[in-house]
């Protein structure tokens, strides 16, 4: 079956960076794009970066630009996201998900479970 | 980006109830809107896709509508484990953006 497994998580100092890693397993991961959404506490989800299949185009919201870096490798079938300079507003539980394009139409139909990320002095 | 804007953003049903929850874009969409159920402290879950598409394993009793802008999620007779949050997405173009989200809680 279908799995998206999030690692890397944890409590960090303002300015400090972390590295969220999402292991793809029970599809071939390299033929898709792949999310990073965030959810802060009591919030909604929010688009933080996406990445096109081959890793060559990278988007970011604009309050992560210049900060975050989402890459891929393929060959271990794992999203990453490097989080540097982490301000308390990135506090929130980050999830990956897969980009299926189908009829027409984008949706994530597969997500992780989570992890959260809490930045704190 | 596009905006989707949802309303309510929270609702109070009783079971066996029939609910609306709408959605709108900030421009035009066509037909490429998604839902989500979550639930406390888990990931989003698909319901539909492409409008009125149900996901795999998806109850009838959730059904999608709408095209240009306006969408509308329905849950014909609510049962105990849709009281969540839901939340739609556009799928027309990248990045794909979410609306804020409505809370389904018993009345």
């Known amino acids: 079956q279908v799995q998206l497994v999030e690692s890397g998580g944890g409590v960090v100092q303002p300015g400090r960076s972390l590295r969220l890693s999402c292991a793809v397993s029970?599809?071939?991961?390299?033929?898709?794009?792949m999310y990073w959404v965030r959810q802060a506490p009591g919030k909604g989800l929010e688009w933080v970066a996406h990445i096109a299949h081959h890793g060559g185009n990278e988007y970011y919201t604009d309050s992560v630009k210049g900060r975050f870096t989402i890459s891929r490798d393929n060959s271990k079938n794992t999203l990453y996201l490097q989080m540097n300079s982490l301000r308390a507003e990135d506090t929130a539980m980050y999830f990956c998900a897969r980009d299926l394009y189908h009829s027409g139409v984008d949706f994530l139909d597969y997500w992780g479970q989570g992890s959260l990320v809490t930045v704190s002095s | 980006d596009i905006q989707m804007t949802q309303s309510p953003s929270s609702l109070s049903a009783s079971v066996g109830d029939r609910v609306t929850i709408t959605c709108r874009a900030s421009q035009s969409i066509s037909r490429s809107l998604n839902w989500y159920q979550q639930k406390q402290g888990k990931a989003p879950n698909l319901l539909i896709y492409g409008t009125s598409t149900l996901q795999s394993g998806v109850p009838s009793r959730f059904s999608g509508s709408g095209s240009g802008t306006d969408f509308t999620l329905t849950i014909s007779s609510l049962q105990l484990e849709d009281f969540a949050t839901y939340y739609c997405?556009?799928?027309?173009?990248?990045?794909?953006?979410f609306g804020q989200g409505t809370r389904l809680e018993i009345k």
């Open positions: 029970g599809l071939s991961f390299g033929d898709y794009l």
């Open positions: 997405q556009q799928g027309y173009n990248h990045p794909v953006t």
